[in-house]
Nanobody, 129 residues
Framework: QVQLVESGGGLVQAGGSLRLSCAFS????????MGWFRQAPGKEREFVSA????????VYAASVKGRFAISADNAKNTVYLKMDSLKVEDTAVYYC??????????????????????WGQGTQVTVSS
């Protein structure tokens, strides 16, 4: 059984920072890529960032590049998303997801929700003006 648990969300002023964590438990041999997605009220879920456990490849959405940083701690089976220079438009529920497929993924595929079979429950991030 695969379980993903996000934490670290909260309320922050614009320009501030937060660090989200996603702890993974279960079939550790099948965690090939981890991604972060977000969904704002009334909008579709969108890609934020992803990292490959094996190759270390990292992908960011254009809207967060230069402000957000994804990292992974193999020993703790945890992926982090450090968010700096937060904007009001970053307000959303943030979800982490796991891609357990061993085949290679393009950068585009790493940003595609359909590549991810397992999802966490989400953590709310609210950025106030």
């Amino acid at each position: 059984q695969v379980q993903l648990v996000e934490s670290g969300g909260g309320l922050v002023q614009a320009g501030g920072s937060l660090r989200l964590s996603c702890a993974f438990s279960g079939r550790t041999f099948s965690r090939f890529r981890m991604g972060w997605f977000r969904q704002a009220p009334g909008k579709e879920r969108e890609f934020v960032s992803a990292i490959s456990w094996s190759s270390g490849a990292i992908v960011y959405a254009a809207s967060v590049k230069g402000r957000f940083a994804i990292s992974a701690d193999n020993a703790k089976n945890t992926v982090y998303l450090k968010m700096d220079s937060l904007k009001v438009e970053d307000t959303a529920v943030y979800y982490c997801a796991l891609d357990g497929d061993p085949k290679m993924r393009t950068a585009q595929a790493m940003g595609d929700m359909s590549s991810y079979a397992y999802w966490g429950q989400g953590t709310q991030v609210t950025v106030s003006s």
